[in-house]
């Protein structure tokens, strides 16, 4: 089969390897549309310990199921699929406590983790766990299916948020995270959503996700923010960013009392306004990937609740894979959501 | 009256002041017993903005009534008393949503805040709104009392913490907010409770304050933890300290999904393993002052829930405040609480 290779930093490479075998309760997948992650990104350019190359990545995806492995029912040769790529070992602490996205022994289909390296979909093919298969139905598009993934991680992240119903809620970062951040706060009740970003037309696109305002960040966000809230400061500050202007702003802004979400993180380490933050009585509640979220957030997409398509601004073909990504890692492109296909 | 005053850095004089006259719902309180906080050290060595000269510290305190101010009924001169000290505005948005304890426009008896000073009871006599007023049951003493405001801190980060039965906890610091702290999670069922602290008769305290376990941070601290929960870690670190080494390696022994309790925060700012502690999708809560848990507090007391007692470790007379704050400040004591007295 044809696969996107990374072979190592600013290196991919659209080449023949063998097609993967289904093994025993696993499925072979026809990939037909894989999105580009941040992280995917950050690996090509060289800054991530989860891709190490040789790495076929991608862990954003839908297809069809091409081959049942040994003891799969259930599932049919043809079905529209989405897939979990999370496999964690279900048999550790963490996991017995419903906690499997922080299993230390998991592996994710894409990326290099300490159990080992797991290929993805960028390629023609992709093996996975029977038990990982979600049925995809035709009112939903592949390509919205493969935004499915990144969407468990705002969901996710929402959902910790605690009850939302009428309140004030910031948003720093509108790339897709924060995006479907917005979509997500605002399927959840929120009463203003202000999306702050140093790009405007993410901040554009923020307000056509359902964010009710938008300030870029080289204005005064206390003061906006402040003022917004008529004095009292934002109830929960989602931050998609994980850098430090974003956690010391948010920190800033939240009210007494309030919720940090910590969903981004950029920076390895920040040095925060620790004394604030207590005298503030914040909560700074860290977000980790996704348990039951990918099939809840599919299932959004099912409901009407999102519109996770309007996010698109791109689709190539993989076989243009490699020269996408050098686009991409070079920064010239205003895109918000590439989508890879095997039309 | 005689007054223990504040008049500047290292500067404490016990002299002459006039008695305060109790106003239009207020009382007047002889004041009993009263205890020296870390934060009154802070201040009389020059180093808080929440102790500007001249000021008569002491917010953890006990007395008896000596007379009320027009208005005031329910209680009589005589009456044993302990006060709460937060005297919030009750009208602000913080107030009105039950976090009175991050009231940006309270007085707190002993400190100067932003809406002002507001002398405390390091003196004879110290006024009071009777609101504040909690009646005192002949079986808990006076020295007991003027323990309830710091154990209140404890209380209500413990309250933070969420279900404790069963859960493994550690405690950052075995000072009185640890030890109260430790005492705390222990009512609350924690099943094992490790003190970690750099001074030896602090942790052996910490044992007698119900930790099952005591170990100096000059060792392992993460690979004795980890042996101690099975390679788990810690459900919830409760960090008294709030300083790099406490908070980071609180993130280290926290186990994923765990809680790191931010109590202390001796250093303003705090550079933090920010990425680690999203990937283990950790909740780090401040808790800050209290708005119930003085009157939960000294019901526990009263209930023989908690023996505070045991942490008293000198007790003088006020007349000799000034000597024993520069003693406390040289740092020469091994002193854990010291009361004041009016006997």
């Known amino acids: 089969m044809k696969a996107l290779v990374y072979h190592g930093p600013r290196d991919m490479r659209y080449e023949d390897v063998e097609t993967p075998k289904p093994k025993k309760g696993e499925v072979l997948v026809k990939v037909k549309s894989v999105s580009i992650c941040g992280s995917d990104l950050s690996g ?5 310990a989860m891709r190490v190359a040789p790495l076929i ?3 954003e995806f839908s297809g069809e199921i091409a081959r049942l492995g040994e003891g799969v029912s259930g599932m049919k040769v043809g079905d529209r699929v989405g897939v979990v790529t999370n496999l964690y070992c279900g048999t550790c ?5 419903g906690l499997q996205n922080v299993c230390d022994n998991r592996f994710i289909i894409g990326t290099t983790m300490k159990a080992g ?3 993805g979909a960028m390629a023609d093919y992709v093996v996975a766990p029977a038990v990982k298969i ?3 139905p035709d009112s939903v598009s592949f390509d919205e299916c493969a935004l499915v993934e990144p969407l468990s991680i705002s969901l996710r ?15 720093f970062g509108a790339g897709p995270i924060g995006l479907m951040g917005v979509m997500c706060l605002k399927s959840f009740g929120a009463k203003r959503i202000i999306a702050i970003d ?15 305002d938008a300030i870029n960040s080289n204005e005064d966000v206390l003061a906006i923010t402040r003022k917004m809230t008529d004095g009292v400061g934002l109830d929960v500050v989602f931050d998609a960013a994980g850098v430090p202007a974003t956690v010391n702003t948010g920190i800033e802004i939240a009210r007494n009392g309030g919720t940090l979400l910590m969903v981004g993180m950029a920076s390895p380490k ?14 700074l509640q860290a977000s980790y990937m996704y348990t039951a979220e990918m099939r809840e957030g599919l299932q959004m997409i099912v409901d009407g609740k999102l519109n996770v398509r309007q996010m698109i601004t791109s689709r190539y073909p993989i076989s243009e894979g490699a020269r996408i990504f050098e686009e991409l890692a070079s920064g010239k492109t205003s895109d918000i959501k590439v989508i890879l296909a095997n039309d």
Chains 1, 2 share one sequence.
Request: contains cysteine.
């Open 44 to 48: 090509y350019k060289g800054g991530s």
């Open 57 to 59: 990545m991608g862990h």
């Open 93 to 97: 602490q963490d996991c017995k406590d």
């Open 117 to 119: 390296g797991y290929n």
């Open 134 to 136: 979600m049925p995809l």
């Open 157 to 171: 992240a929402t959902k910790h948020a605690g009850e939302l119903k009428g309140k004030n809620v910031a948003v």
């Open 198 to 212: 140093i790009v405007e037309n993410r901040l554009k696109m923020a307000l056509q996700c359902g964010a009710t």
């Open 270 to 283: 920040i040095e925060i306004e620790y004394k604030h933050a207590v005298c503030k009585e914040l909560r």
